[in-house]
């Protein structure tokens, strides 16, 4: 199976108006006309989604979190189904951010399953805080992999999306250092073979990306030497023009 490859830009909490989110994204919708060979897919902030998808259909829609229940007294979540029957296709699930307020594998876990439950593509996140000497932190990428992805069976593993994104990497960690192309291959590479070990041939398909302060100036490394299927952007996606640079540059 041919991987196609895909760039995801994670706003986050941002920005603070609807017009302001639809400048953003009809910037990006007009730069990006002539992309063919791979997805665009923008996760703004869920209320944010309906106007947004009306201006292009050439950008997908991602959320950035839901809950795994499909509708009941849960005050203040938003279910897969609402998302799905919104329009949306992907959504974002154990971010740093959301696990740093304390949501845990088990959680991401039941998120994953309702996702794909409903028809949402998981993108599914994690990643360490820091490495250490003795490579703790493989043990605890293997333990997010494999609690992440309890009952998942060898038939929807393919349609996960797998986002590699360190977390001392992140632009918003306080003394973040730069991820090179080669911590990203290591982890991918890491990655895969947990995956084919839980899942066989089947884990080949799996679209594994990587996510930590990408810039114009180093995507091509991490989809080149660095291994990934794609790219998830957080800062540089709030600027047109910077994550028409990265798209481009995945296109090309
Ligand atoms: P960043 O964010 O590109 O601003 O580092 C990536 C992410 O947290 O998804």
Redesign the pocket.
């Known amino acids: 199976m041919i991987k196609t490859k895909i760039v995801i830009g994670?706003w986050k909490m941002n920005p603070l108006t609807p017009k302001e989110a639809e400048k953003l994204f009809s910037g990006v919708a007009k730069l990006v006309s002539k992309i063919k060979k791979i997805e665009v897919v923008a996760c703004p902030p869920a209320l944010y989604i309906d106007k947004l998808k009306k201006i292009s259909r050439k950008i997908s829609l991602g959320a950035q979190n839901m809950f795994w229940e499909e509708s009941g007294a849960y005050t203040g979540e938003i279910s897969g189904e609402m998302l799905y029957n919104l329009g949306v296709k992907y959504v974002i699930l154990g971010?740093?951010?959301r696990r740093a307020l304390g949501e845990t594998n088990l959680e991401v876990n039941k998120k994953v399953r309702a996702a794909l439950g409903v028809g949402l593509i998981p993108i599914f996140c994690l990643g360490e805080k820091e490495r250490d000497e003795n490579h703790e932190y493989l043990n605890f990428i293997k333990k997010q992999i494999e609690e992440g992805l309890v009952s998942i069976s060898k038939d929807s593993i393919s349609k996960i999306i797998i986002a590699y994104?360190p977390v001392w990497?992140?632009?918003?960690t306080l003394n973040r250092k730069n991820a090179t192309p080669d911590d990203s291959r290591e982890m991918i590479v890491f990655i895969r073979k947990i995956l084919s070990d839980k899942f066989g041939k089947n884990a080949l398909d799996v679209r594994i990306i990587y996510?930590?302060?990408?810039s114009s100036k180093d995507a091509l490394g991490f989809l080149q030497e660095g291994g990934a299927d794609g790219l998830?952007?957080?800062?540089?996606s709030l600027d047109a023009k910077k994550f028409v640079e990265i798209i481009n540059i995945c296109e090309a």
């Open positions: 994670n971010h740093s951010e994104e990497a992140i632009s918003s996510g930590g302060s990408v998830l952007v957080g800062k540089n």
